[in-house]
C-alpha cells in the first residue's frame, strides 16, 4: 500500500521550513522565538485557500515575517530590563552551512549581534533584502508599505549594518587557527597566551542572562579581556576545557567546567588576531547545541 501524499498545503510548508526558520532566527535571534513563530506560520497557512496562492514562498515568507516583526517588537522590551548584553541565541548548525560562506556569514553571531541594533522594521528590510534577497516590491508588500520607502529603509538599514560589521573576510581555516591558539591558552591558563591571541582593542561581550556570572557591559582592550577570563577561570573552581565546534556555521568553542557545558564562545578575527568574543552563558540559551539545526538561504 502507497503512502499517502501530502496535501498541497502541507508540502510547501515543508519545503521550505528551513528558509522560513532562518528568517525568523535572522529577525529574532532566537530559536525558540523562530520555532515559534514557525507553528503560528503554520496554523495560518492551512487557513489560506490555496488555490489563489501563486507563490507559496513568498506568501509564507510574508506570513512569518510579519509574525517575526510583531515578536520583535515585544521582544525588545523585554530585552531592555535583560542583565547585561543580550546575545543572540547560538545554533549548532549543519556541516553544509559552514560550506555556504555566505550563509555562514549571514547567520554569524558577530553580524547578528549587528542586527541587534537596527530597529525591527529595519531589521526585517535588510534581512529581507541583503541577506535573502528579496526584490523591493515583494517586501513592500509584506511590510504594507511602498517600494520607494522600501527602498530608503534597506538603504539606511544596509549603511548602519557596513559601518559595524566585520571589515575583513576571514576564511574558516583563519578563524580555526585563531580559536585553536585561544583554547590552548584558556586550558593552560596562561594570561600572556590569552594575551598574545587578543587584539590591543578587542571587545568581549558576555551575556549570562542574570543566571551566571557575565560581564554587565562589554569590556575593551587585551589586558581588561584576559584578567577577565583569567579571573573567570578562578572562580570556576574546577578544570575548563574547551572544544571545538561549530555554531551558525563558524568555528566556535564550547567551554565546560568539571565536565559540564558552561558557555559557548565565538569571535571575530582580523590579521590572525581575535577582536571580538561573543561568550554565551546563558543556561536558556544553550538548548540548541546538542542537536543540528538546518538553515537555508532559498
Known amino acids: 500500500m502507497s503512502a499517502k501524499k501530502p496535501d498541497t498545503a502541507t508540502a510547501a510548508f515543508v519545503a521550505h521550513r528551513n528558509l522560513l526558520f532562518t528568517v525568523a532566527y535572522e529577525i529574532l535571534g532566537s530559536a525558540a522565538d523562530a520555532e515559534d513563530v514557525l507553528q503560528e506560520t503554520w496554523l495560518r497557512w492551512v487557513k489560506v485557500d490555496q488555490a489563489e496562492v501563486r507563490e507559496p514562498r513568498a506568501y ?18 523585554r530585552r531592555e530590563s535583560y542583565v547585561g548584553p543580550w546575545l543572540p541565541e547560538p545554533l549548532l548548525t549543519t556541516p553544509d552551512v559552514a560550506d555556504d560562506v555566505e550563509l555562514a556569514e549571514s547567520v554569524s553571531l558577530a553580524l547578528m549581534v549587528v542586527l541587534e541594533t537596527l530597529g525591527p522594521t529595519e531589521r526585517a528590510v535588510f534581512v529581507l533584502r541583503d541577506i535573502f534577497g528579496f526584490e523591493f516590491d515583494e517586501i513592500a508588500a509584506t511590510l504594507d508599505k511602498t ?18 560589521r566585520p571589515r575583513v573576510a576571514v576564511t574558516a581555516a583563519e578563524a580555526r587557527a585563531a580559536l585553536d591558539g585561544f583554547r590552548v591558552a584558556v586550558e593552560t591558563g596562561d594570561p600572556q597566551a590569552i594575551l598574545d591571541v587578543l587584539a590591543p582593542d578587542v571587545v568581549l561581550m558576555s551575556d549570562g542572562g542574570g543566571v551566571k556570572q557575565a560581564a554587565l557591559r562589554p569590556i575593551v582592550g587585551a589586558d581588561k579581556v584576559a584578567r577577565f577570563i583569567v579571573g573567570g577561570m578562578r572562580k570556576a573552581g574546577a578544570v575548563v576545557t574547551a572544544e571545538a565546534t ?27 588576531r581575535i577582536t571580538g568574543l ?6 536558556e ?9 538546518t538553515l537555508a538561504l532559498r
Open 147 to 164: 517600494p520607494a520607502a522600501v527602498r530608503q529603509i534597506a538603504h539606511r538599514a544596509r549603511a548602519h549594518v557596513e559601518a559595524r
Open 278 to 283: 561573543y561568550f554565551v552563558r546563558n543556561p
Open 246 to 272: 561549530v555554531v551558525n556555521g563558524n568555528p566556535a568553542l564550547a567551554l565546560s567546567v568539571g565536565g559540564e557545558l558552561d558557555g559557548v564562545l565565538t569571535a571575530r578575527i582580523q590579521d590572525g
Open 60 to 77: 509564507l515568507v510574508r506570513i512569518a515575517t510579519r509574525l517575526a516583526l510583531n515578536r520583535l517588537r515585544s521582544a525588545q522590551r
Open 285 to 293: 540559551k544553550l538548548t540548541r547545541l546538542t542537536e543540528e539545526v
